[in-house]
Nanobody
Framework: QVQLVESGGGLVQAGGSLRLSCAAS????????MGWFRQAPGKERELLAA????????VRADSVKGRFTISRDNAKNTVFLQMNSLKPEDTAVYYC????????????????????WGKGTLVTVSS
């Protein structure tokens, strides 16, 4: 298994930037495809972006394309989500998740395929 802990959330003004981190336990981190998700109050959890084992990535949500970037540092067992040009509608709890299922990729990641989840970090964007 892998244990995931998100950090870096907080309060930021619209137009600002924030970088979230997801620290993973274990010695097999590099074998996991990782994803960032978010859930706003009253809304479904949505996939934002995913990154493969070697660092290739794909933003999966149109609402954050051009603003959010996912990256990973396997040597540090950490995945990042760089969030720029933040908007009030970005306010949500942000989660990282992991899967090492065969066939997992940045194109196929979705909530149902993720086996391990962090507990989330709250991002609040003010006007």
């Amino acid at each position: 298994q892998v244990q995931l802990v998100e950090s870096g959330g907080g309060l930021v003004q619209a137009g600002g930037s924030l970088r979230l981190s997801c620290a993973a336990s274990g010695r097999t981190f590099s074998s996991y495809v990782m994803g960032w998700f978010r859930q706003a109050p009253g809304k479904e959890r949505e996939l934002l972006a995913a990154i493969n084992r070697s660092g290739g990535s794909k933003v999966r949500a149109d609402s954050v394309k051009g603003r959010f970037t996912i990256s990973r540092d396997n040597a540090k067992n950490t995945v990042f989500l760089q969030m720029n040009s933040l908007k009030p509608e970005d306010t949500a709890v942000y989660y990282c998740a992991a899967t090492n299922r065969v066939g997992g990729s940045v194109a196929t990641v979705r909530s149902e395929l993720m086996d391990y989840w962090g507990k989330g970090t709250l991002v609040t964007v003010s006007s």
